[in-house]
């Protein structure tokens, strides 16, 4: 019924930028909070950013400052600026929105993932 498609991913050299781009797309639906995780190999997969209806945001430690998620409610997107990339950022990012179809509850949704990789 609703499928998240994300761009954006790639390869760049450390102290770079890449932004990321999620689309929902679909049945009728709302979308209620967006968020970006991301999974190293051999890692839990964690939280990087997440942001409200309302444009509350919350960050990860590691890329606060560094890091900006944005939205655009009429387009159905969530964004990822990513600047000064370190090796550590490396991994699959996934993006993930709560939505609620129609009448039905609120069901989280994610996105096949990219891959970022951050190296010299």
């Known amino acids: 019924q609703v499928q998240l498609v994300e761009s954006g991913g790639g390869l760049v050299q450390p102290g770079g930028s890449l932004r990321l781009s999620c689309a929902a797309s679909?049945?009728?639906?709302?979308?209620?909070?967006m968020g970006w995780y991301r999974q190293a190999p051999g890692k839990q997969r964690e939280m990087v950013a997440f942001i409200t209806t309302g444009g509350s945001t919350n960050y990860a430690d590691s890329v606060k400052g560094r890091f900006t998620i944005s939205r655009d409610n009429a387009k159905n997107t969530v964004y990822l600026q990513m600047n000064s990339l370190k090796p550590e950022d490396t991994a699959v990012y996934y993006c993930?929105?709560?939505?609620?179809?129609?009448?039905?509850?609120?069901?989280?949704?994610w996105g096949q993932g990219t891959q970022v990789t951050v190296s010299s």
């Open positions: 679909g049945s009728i639906f709302t979308i209620y909070v």
């Open positions: 993930n929105a709560q939505i609620r179809v129609g009448s039905s509850p609120i069901h989280g949704y």
